[in-house]
Nanobody, 115 residues
Framework: QVQLVESGGGLVQPGGSLRLSCAAS????????LGWYRQAPGKERELVAT???????NYDASVKGRFTISRDNAKSTVSLQMNSLKPEDTGVYYC?????????WGKGTLVTVSP
């Protein structure tokens, strides 16, 4: 059974930083591509960043240069370091992985950027 559990969300002021983590189980972690998505209030879920099993990374233009995705295969975790946070970064952040047509999601962690 695949499980993804996010942690690290919270309230932060604009310009601040947060580090999100996602712990995975039930998969051969090192062979999976992973990603972070977010959903702002009243909006659709959108891609934030991805990292392949070869550690190639990709970022949405809105976070490039501010966010960094990384993975630790020994600990089966994927992290998202978020710097220079803006109010528009507010939302629920979800960890994602997939194998073929099957997608797996965590329950999400809330990030609120507000003065």
């Amino acid at each position: 059974q695949v499980q993804l559990v996010e942690s690290g969300g919270g309230l932060v002021q604009p310009g601040g930083s947060l580090r999100l983590s996602c712990a995975a189980s039930g998969i051969t972690f090192g062979t999976y591509d992973l990603g972070w998505y977010r959903q702002a209030p009243g909006k659709e879920r959108e891609l934030v960043a991805t990292i392949t099993w070869l550690r190639n990374t990709n970022y949405d233009a809105s976070v490039k240069g501010r966010f960094t995705i990384s993975r630790d295969n020994a600990k089966s975790t994927v992290s998202l370091q978020m710097n220079s946070l803006k109010p528009e970064d507010t939302g629920v952040y979800y960890c994602n992985t997939r194998r073929g047509a099957i997608q797996y999601w965590g329950k999400g962690t809330l990030v609120t950027v507000s003065p």
